[in-house]
């Protein structure tokens, strides 16, 4: 009689009939359904793999272990390698499917507009002409992040995630100033605080963690970031061009920091402890693969997915913000040049990497966050033209975009293949080199050399 080894320690005995007889069996109760079939298989000597049933005929899903199928000792399985009717499923396989559904989407919603919201509030507040007006945004604010972070109710975790926004809307509304050299500042200290609000709403409970973890790293780092600027006498457009850059290597990095797997779920640790005695004995028993419950694939799936869709909100709110910031601020001729060109590659690099992402809602944001880089360097440029100019280019994207629509569906999945993504690949590298190359112009670094060297011929 074989065992299955896993990491459960309470034993199971169990009776599964089959088409050739009764087989006792002990087995783990962390054991899944598969390793018990698997060994019944063995010991039948059967082609197939059967697929195991209650003894009412609701079918066991082969991932799920027998603890949570409800499984005890002296239970009967029944192996059969016929089609199991989807009437004998049981309630605990609707319950799993209800568990696996998408999450509702209204809330979500909900919490997003309530967040641009409060920061359109705080925005037309620290504009308003009359200070009352301000004082009355700046307690409603106040007063709804300290209701948003507290843990009381059903969709708390939503409103944890919206309250960072509405307490750096009042952090602007506070210290707004209309200069441009002391932007930067505020928008890192509206930072800070949304930083410090996700804090009390991740010490107060564990809803929305994920996210909260996004809020207190972009905020904090915002905060260093634009500050160090500050006391450090560099211009605005250098703030914002750092701003935009980090945004387009964050969409790169952040997937391979945000998805952790535990070293369990991959690495058999007791088959890498061999000793030179035990690598010369042969064991007796035979040793069975180690089971990862499906629960904890679910866990460590669902943290990747929601900490990759709060990092990708973060990217898509930072470069949106910071390129029309940066397109004002470049005034000079070397500079603007600079600027256009760091915002025109940083949305094609970012549009490259949302390519990348197997998550919907990620992909979805970054392409979002690429979009608006162009729609933002179009109106800049669109400025420029004269009427019949701008006639013309309406007309030539039309015609364009027809084009690329036949092109498309012409070559269909073609897209899709091995050789377009090796190609796009290597025009996001180059993307991302020409963004961090633009950052020395639209800063002004590359005009304060020229105009260095320009004075040392004048001087010679």
């Known amino acids: 009689m074989d065992d299955v080894t896993t990491n459960a320690t309470a034993d199971l005995a169990l009776s599964v009939h089959g088409p050739v007889g009764v087989l006792d069996l002990v087995v783990p109760s962390g054991a899944a359904a598969f390793d018990v079939a698997e060994v019944y298989a063995r010991q039948a000597g059967l082609a197939t793999v059967p697929a195991l049933c209650t003894r009412v005929g609701a079918m066991l899903p082969p991932d799920l272990s027998l603890a949570r199928a409800g499984v005890r000792a002296g239970d009967v399985l029944i ?33 997003v507009v309530a967040a641009a919201c409060a920061v359109a509030a705080g925005w037309l507040a620290a504009t308003a002409a009359t200070d009352r007006l301000r004082l009355v945004t700046v307690v409603v604010l106040v007063a709804a992040s300290v209701l948003g972070v507290l843990p009381v109710g059903r969709y708390a975790g939503y409103r944890a995630v919206a309250a960072p926004a509405f307490a750096g809307a009042a952090a602007l509304a506070i210290a707004w100033d209309p200069h441009d050299e002391r932007l930067p500042m505020i928008v890192g200290l509206c930072g800070l605080v949304a930083a410090l609000a996700a804090a009390t709403a991740r010490s107060l409970g564990r809803e929305a963690d994920e996210a909260l973890q996004v809020w207190i790293v972009a905020g904090s780092l915002l905060f260093g970031l634009t500050w160090m600027c500050t006391l450090a006498g560099a211009p605005p457009r250098l703030t914002w061009s750092l701003l935009l850059m980090l945004a387009v290597l964050a969409a790169r990095i952040v997937p391979g920091l945000v998805v952790d797997v535990p070293d369990q779920y991959l690495i058999d640790l007791e088959r890498l402890a061999v000793t030179a005695w035990s690598a010369r004995e042969r064991p007796g028993g035979k040793r069975g693969r180690a089971v990862v419950p499906r629960s904890a694939v679910s866990a460590v799936a669902g943290h990747g997915t929601r900490m990759l869709t709060a990092a990708a909100a973060a990217v898509a709110v930072v470069a949106v913000v910071s390129a029309p910031l940066l397109l004002g601020t470049a005034t000079l001729r070397v500079d603007r040049i600079g600027a256009r060109c760091l915002v025109g590659f940083a949305g094609a690099a970012l549009l490259l990497a949302a390519r990348s992402y197997r998550h919907r809602s990620a992909g979805a944001l970054l392409r979002a966050a690429g979009l608006g880089c162009w729609l933002v360097l179009l109106v800049v440029l669109l400025q420029l033209m004269g009427g019949s100019a701008v006639r013309a280019l309406a007309i030539g994207s039309v015609v364009l975009g027809l084009a690329l629509v036949i092109v498309a569906v012409a070559t269909g999945r073609g897209w899709r293949s091995a050789w377009w993504s090796r190609r796009a690949e290597v025009a996001e590298g180059l993307c991302g080199a020409l963004v961090v190359a633009s950052v020395v112009v639209s800063s002004g670094g590359f005009r304060e050399v020229w105009e260095m060297a320009s004075l040392w011929e004048l001087g010679s």
């Open 79 to 111: 192996a059969t390698t016929e089609v199991v009717p989807a009437a004998g499923r049981g309630r605990r396989d609707v319950a799993a499917d209800a568990t696996a559904r998408p999450t509702d989407a209204a809330p979500i919603t909900i919490a």
